[in-house]
């Protein structure tokens, strides 16, 4: 066998080879190898089960505007007072350079001129000094809010036990951004849930003020919190999150219950229980996204403590919840942290899978698969009634497929049901063009010189390139558009027309050859 | 062994207007069909959840086909029983319109409609569901509509770059056109909406129904001999590619119906039929287009 005249064939075998270790030996690709899986390809939600869930950010954005002179933290809580929004819903962000910079609402109840209005109002002014009209005012958020958003809902899902859970954006041609969110294996209520809740977490203090209103101070957050435990039945409420706080948290901490007779006259309050704001008394509220979860007094002894300035010897304090649901949510919010704006429940689309479906989907697909082949395979044979000509034609189709697979599996693409449809795509054309360089070949008589079958198979290449090329460019466009299913479809079969054209097909080519010629 | 020969046609019996009167009628009675869907539901092919927004449950339940519309506060735009060989317990996919809350629906299914075994355990009542919201839909409509665009015109431009001659070239773009356009309407008929894995078997379309004329075009164009010797040696290759692909399309379109497999079956459904329409359009309006752009007018014998 002449190596130079036939490297195609054996680039094909040794593209095979490498293949099918790809493919078939445990550990290769990156991942565990792990329990049970045939092969070493990954499979997407829809052949897998699991939930995707895709949502747009709520907000808006401001761009360019000048923070010469502006306070941040008065600015702040003056527009989330004239917009009556909580100030988490309003952000900023500046070049410390320029003072130059974005502000944020993440709040449906505002409209755009209202917006621009209170931006006037609060005494922002553009980069070029100007008053801030409706036109100012963009739909959507930054790029850095939705980044945070993505790295806090990948965090989340590490934390709630949805390991193989990840989080991106993704951006529709049109221009609008939103948030992919993807748990295999896993159910939509749970992943509902935990994108429902934008999941900031405080412990509030509450307690008669001056004049008879009620006062509110913050008494730990995050920032304070150095680690948080398990959810578990609790005492003063039906369940609560263990937390310690760190040197900074627990000073605080004894600071202000201190200060505001929490460890005198306010130990052991009445007016505490349920999930209500207390209207007298003193009472440490656990508030999840600007609600009440639980309310508690400060017991006596613990107040004492406190008192004796001995609670940063050992600073563990409990978060109430109602629920179970709650304080995990809790417990996820504390340790991951909030979404810096929330998610938009109307403009979200859900797709979920029981797994058990999915199964069948594999196994079904598969024999799809199979039996269309044996239908191209008939024809085939058929055709031309001559084996030589007909098997080697099948086979070949067959092996795109094996490199095709190993690609997938190599760049590690979750595998579903649209790059299936790829692979049959990939598999439709490439026997068409199998039998156009046949065709050629055979026709005109017999081969009789290497020389007649390299014009031959030339000319029949120019058809395939042909054919080729128009597959690639009426794809191109999908591959690039972000369509959901249709892109993982074309990124497929493009790489199979290129996979086909660059390497199988011309090895058929020598395959034939070496069948005809030497006859 | 029998082999299947391409069968031989006698193009010199019939003038070119004759050859392309029949493909050009059908296009119009697409056309018209589009058209006509057009007036009367405002869109002129029909749009699957995919384009419209709303909500779609598979369900398995013992509840009768009949009764499912009553578990749900919401109304239900159709059911359809899935037969899967492989499952024994009765499947349903129940579509919603776009209005409904998914969370809610998929809820009163389980509330509502009777476990397929014993052990709830082992048989979930909402297999899959699928919500997509207006907005959403309205964006995926029309980045389909671009794609599409974009893939049309960019295999136009690549059929000009391919012969350099006009009438060669807009006989690929027709015939390519009418091979999307006559499955559409086809789909309207046969009450296949149009979906993402509808779109992308029309894409696929634009590929495959371009390979046949390519080969024509070239055999014809770019090869020695006579314009019927080449078209006879161009149609044995096509034709057979042609019908491989139909016969693996068809044979996915059914073993994908009996499995259930909604994205597969459709894909195959609208491949046959445009594949079916390519062999009328290369061989007949192709051909015609090329035979008096090579020979000028033909008086039938």
Redesign the interface.
């Given at each position: 066998m002449n190596v130079r005249e036939n490297w195609r064939v054996i680039l094909l075998a040794i593209m095979l080879v490498s293949s099918g270790v790809v493919l078939f030996v445990p550990g290769v690709v990156g991942g565990s190898g792990d329990s049970g899986q045939i092969s070493n390809l990954q499979y997407g939600i829809q052949l897998d089960g699991g939930t995707r869930l895709r949502a747009p950010v709520v907000g808006m954005t401001a761009e360019d505007v000048s923070f010469a002179g502006q306070d941040q933290g008065q600015a702040r809580q003056a527009m989330a007072d004239n917009l009556s929004v909580p100030t988490r819903d309003v952000y900023f962000q500046v070049n410390r350079e320029t003072g130059v910079g974005t502000v944020e609402v993440f709040n449906d109840s505002v409209s755009e001129t209202e917006f621009a209005t209170v931006l006037n109002q609060v005494g922002f002014r553009t980069s070029d000094d100007g008053q801030f009209g409706e036109g100012d005012i963009r739909d959507g958020v930054t790029a850095d809010t939705r980044q945070q958003i993505v790295d806090t809902l990948d965090q989340k899902l590490a934390e709630s036990g949805l390991t193989a859970g990840s989080a991106r954006v993704a951006t529709t041609p049109q221009g609008q951004n939103y948030i992919v969110v993807e748990a295999p294996n896993q159910g939509a209520e749970e992943l509902e849930r935990l994108v429902a809740q934008r999941g900031s977490v405080e412990l509030v203090a509450r307690y008669p003020g001056d004049n008879g209103t009620m006062q509110e101070t913050t008494l730990v957050t995050r920032e304070g919190i150095d680690s948080i435990g398990s959810p578990e039945p609790g005492d003063s409420s039906p369940y609560q999150v263990p937390v310690v706080l760190n040197q900074e948290g627990a000073e605080r901490f004894t600071r202000v219950l201190n200060e505001n007779e929490f460890t005198t006259t306010g130990a052991g309050s009445t007016a505490c229980g349920g999930a209500e704001k207390n209207d007298r008394g003193y009472c440490l509220l656990t508030v999840v996204d600007g609600e009440v979860a639980s309310s508690h007094s400060l017991a006596p002894s613990f107040a004492d403590i406190i008192r004796a300035n001995e609670f940063s010897d050992d600073p563990r304090f409990v978060m109430g919840a109602q629920s179970r649901g709650e304080a995990e949510t809790i417990a996820v919010g504390l340790r991951a942290g909030s979404l810096r704006a929330p998610l938009d429940t109307e403009g979200r689309q859900v797709y979920t899978l029981e797994p058990a479906l999915a199964d069948r989907f594999k196994v079904n697909s598969l024999i799809t698969g199979i039996i269309a082949v044996l239908a191209v395979s008939g024809v085939v044979y058929l055709r031309y009634g001559e084996p030589r000509v007909a098997v080697p034609m099948v086979l070949t189709a067959l092996a795109e497929v094996v490199l095709l697979l190993a690609f997938v599996s190599a760049v590690r693409l979750p595998l579903d049901l649209s790059h299936i449809a790829g692979l049959i795509a990939v598999i439709g054309t490439g026997v068409d063009d199998l039998i156009i360089i046949a065709d050629e070949v055979m026709a005109e008589g017999d081969v009789n010189s290497a020389r007649v079958f390299q014009s031959r198979f030339r000319k029949a290449f120019w058809v395939i390139g042909a054919a080729a090329a128009t597959t690639i460019i009426a794809m191109a466009p999908l591959a690039v558009l972000s369509l959901g299913d249709l892109r993982g479809f074309a990124i497929v079969t493009i790489l199979g027309v290129l996979i086909g054209v660059l390497v199988t097909r011309p090895a058929y080519g020598d395959i034939l050859r070496w069948l005809s010629v030497e006859k | 062994?029998?082999?299947?020969e391409v069968p031989e046609v006698d193009y010199t019996r019939y003038s070119n207007r004759q050859l392309a009167a029949v493909p050009l009628a059908v296009l119009a009675v697409a056309l018209v069909v589009l058209a006509g869907w057009y007036v009367m539901f405002g869109t002129p092919v029909s749009l699957g959840t995919d384009f419209t927004g709303g909500t779609e449950l598979?369900v398995q339940t013992d509840t009768p086909r009949g009764e499912i519309d009553q578990a749900f506060e919401a109304e239900v735009l159709s059911t359809q029983r899935i037969r899967?060989p492989?499952?024994n317990n009765p499947t349903y996919v129940v579509t919603f319109g776009s209005e409904t809350n998914?969370?809610v629906l998929?809820q009163q299914a389980t509330d509502n409609l009777e476990p397929a075994c014993s052990n709830p355990e082992n048989?979930?009542i909402?297999?899959?569901?699928?919500?997509?919201?207006p907005?959403?839909a309205s964006?995926?409509q029309?980045?389909?509509i671009?794609?599409l665009v974009?893939?049309?015109t960019?295999?136009s431009?690549?059929?000009f770059g391919?012969f350099r001659t006009f009438v060669p070239s807009v006989a690929i773009v027709i015939s390519a056109f009418s091979d999307i356009v006559i499955p559409l309407a086809v789909m309207n008929l046969l009450g296949i909406e149009l979906s993402?894995?509808t779109?992308?078997a029309l894409?696929?379309l634009?590929?495959?129904s371009?390979?046949s004329d390519?080969?024509l075009n070239?055999h014809i164009l770019?090869?020695s001999g006579g314009f019927y010797e080449s078209t006879k040696?161009a149609m044995?290759?096509g034709v057979?590619?042609t019908?491989?692909?139909i016969?693996?399309?068809?044979?996915?379109a059914v073993?994908?119906t009996i499995?259930?497999?909604d994205?597969?079956a459709s894909?195959g459904v609208v491949?046959v039929l445009g594949l079916t329409a390519d062999l009328m359009n290369t061989y007949m309006l192709n051909l015609s287009l090329l035979r008096w752009y090579k020979l000028g007018e033909v008086t039938p014998e």
């Open positions: - | 062994m029998s082999k299947f598979t899967d492989t499952s998914g969370t998929a048989c979930e909402v297999l899959s569901r699928q919500t997509v919201s907005a959403f964006g995926a029309n980045t389909a671009l794609g974009v893939a049309f960019g295999m431009l690549l059929a391919l993402l894995g779109v992308a894409l696929m634009v590929g495959y371009v390979d390519i080969l070239n770019r090869r040696r044995d290759t057979t590619m019908l491989t692909s016969s693996a399309m068809a044979v996915m073993t994908a499995f259930g497999i994205l597969m894909i491949l």
